[in-house]
Structure formats: structure tokens, C-alpha cells
């Protein structure tokens, strides 16, 4: 619809005004929202300020919550030592897996009685594995998320390392022997003739 041109300033000035009242009833709306939403914003802000609690951990040993998407860097997997991890070598068990975590090479030179190797370069896919694959490979049945395993390398690092990966893959009764190769060879010593000892690896 066209105005005539002497009524069209008129028009224009309507308008003007009927913003304006416009703007008048909304204002106090507004200001309510611009507050509101500084007072979230500064409710967000001091929540953020405050300590947070810690992460609950999902050790089934020593944590609370079973929920994965809060792991912990590490775990707190037992240990064992050499007087309680020999009688288990003297009489093995299908119900404990003693695993070498060592590199081929490393086996070669010698390994505890009744171990099993998987190196820790293949842990991980290794219980990733079917359990034919797993077995057809490794030659040993695959152990189950219950199963007892106790890890140990040679002096002791990459067995908590590989207690931190099965643990994470959801098994949860692995053990590490601290002292591994090292200490189990300081041990067996004791009974091997003097003569004899040069040729033990460490």
C-alpha cells in the first residue's frame, strides 16, 4: 500500500514511535535476560574455580568406580615376591599364568619354570585375540578377565607395565613380581654350585 508523498513523513514518524514503545515494553525483559545470563556465566565461573574431587579410580583392588572413562595413569597391581612365587613354579596350576612379558631374545637366555611367554610388544593384541587364535598361536589356552596372572620381565618395569594394560583391558587379578628375571636368577643362585654360576644369564 502507497502513501500519498505529503502523508509519507507522517508515516515515517509512526514508526519511529511505535518502535520506540516497542523497545520500552521489551527493555525490562531484556535487562531480566542480560542478567540472568551474566549470573550463569559468573555461577559457571566460580564452580570452576573450586577444587575438584579426584578421579575415582577403577582399580577393582583400590577404587570405587567401575565406569572406563575415568582409568587412572597407573595401578596399584600387587606384588609378589620369590619365596611365595616359587612354590607356585614347583607346582603349576591351570588356574595361574605366570607370563614373561621379555622380548624373544631375552627368553632364549633362560625363564622361570612353568612360565609362558608373551612378549609385552604383543600383549595387547594378544588379549584382543579369539580364543582359537590366541591359543593357536601362544600354544596356551587365553586366560580369562577372572584368571590369576602374574607378570615379570627381567628387572621389573615392563611387568607393571603390563599389569597397567590387562587391567585395563578388564582383567582383574593380575600380579607383578617386582624383582622379575634379576631377582629370581639372585635367588636360584643360592643353590647352584659357584662353579657353575658364571653361566646363568642375568
Not at 41 to 58: I, M, Q, T, Y
Not at 151 to 164: I, L, M, W
Not at 177 to 199: F, L, M, N
Amino acid at each position: 500500500m502507497s502513501f500519498p508523498i505529503h502523508l509519507r513523513p507522517w508515516r515515517a514518524a509512526a514508526r519511529t514511535v511505535s518502535a520506540l514503545q516497542s523497545a520500552r515494553r521489551t527493555a525490562p525483559f531484556l535487562a531480566r535476560s542480560n542478567s540472568w545470563i551474566f549470573g550463569a556465566f559468573k555461577r559457571s565461573h566460580e564452580e570452576n574455580k573450586k577444587p575438584r574431587a579426584p578421579v575415582p579410580s577403577l582399580s577393582p583392588r583400590g577404587g570405587t568406580n567401575l565406569d572406563p572413562r575415568y582409568p587412572r595413569p597407573d595401578w596399584d597391581a600387587p606384588i609378589i615376591t620369590y619365596e611365595e612365587l616359587k612354590p607356585l613354579t614347583e607346582q603349576p596350576s591351570e588356574d595361574v599364568y605366570l607370563i614373561d612379558v621379555r622380548e624373544t631374545p631375552e627368553v632364549v637366555q633362560g625363564s622361570i619354570p612353568s612360565s609362558v611367554s608373551i612378549p609385552l610388544s604383543e600383549l595387547k593384541n594378544a588379549l584382543r585375540l579369539r580364543a582359537s587364535d590366541f591359543a593357536y598361536k601362544y600354544g596356551f589356552e587365553k586366560p580369562n578377565v577372572a584368571q590369576r596372572m602374574i607378570f615379570y620381565c627381567r628387572s621389573g618395569k615392563r611387568s607393571a607395565t603390563a599389569c597397567d594394560l590387562a587391567m585395563r583391558m578388564g582383567y582383574t587379578q593380575t600380579e607383578r613380581y617386582d624383582g622379575s628375571w634379576v631377582d629370581w636368577v639372585k635367588h636360584e643362585q643360592k643353590y647352584i654350585p659357584s662353579a657353575a654360576r658364571w653361566s646363568v644369564p642375568v
